[in-house]
């Protein structure tokens, strides 16, 4: 079993930055493909941003040249950096993992971390 811990969520204002992290741990062989979603009240899960485990990226419009993903392959960790935040970017957001245990691959979820952009 692996257990997706996420923190770093919170109440900001717009313009501002707020920085996610979330930790794996369990049996893992091998982390391959890490990412963050979200959801809003109301609307369906997003993709926010992807990264591979060599550290390629890929952004949807509506966060690019704003968010930063990034991970940290010897903790187990991907972060979002959060910058210029909009009140549209309020959701609960989760992180997600392919991993691969040395016998099958499956994907894993976080439980969410409200992220709220004030006005």
């Known amino acids: 079993q692996v257990q997706l811990v996420e923190s770093g969520g919170g109440l900001v204002q717009v313009g501002g930055s707020l920085r996610l992290s979330c930790a794996a741990s369990?049996?893992?062989?091998?982390?391959?493909?890490m990412a963050w979603y979200r959801q809003a009240p109301g609307k369906q899960r997003e993709l926010v941003a992807t990264?591979?485990?060599?550290?390629?990226?890929n952004y949807p419009d509506s966060v690019k040249g704003r968010f930063t993903i990034s991970r940290d392959n010897a903790k187990n960790t991907v972060y979002l950096q959060m910058n210029t935040l909009k009140p549209e970017d309020t959701a609960v957001y989760y992180c997600?993992?392919?991993?691969?245990?040395?016998?099958?691959?499956?994907?894993?979820w976080g439980q969410g971390t409200q992220v709220t952009v004030s006005s």
């Open positions: 990264i591979t485990s060599g550290g390629i990226t």
């Open positions: 997600s993992a392919d991993v691969f245990n040395g016998i099958f691959r499956e994907q894993y």
């Open positions: 369990g049996s893992i062989f091998r982390l391959n493909d």
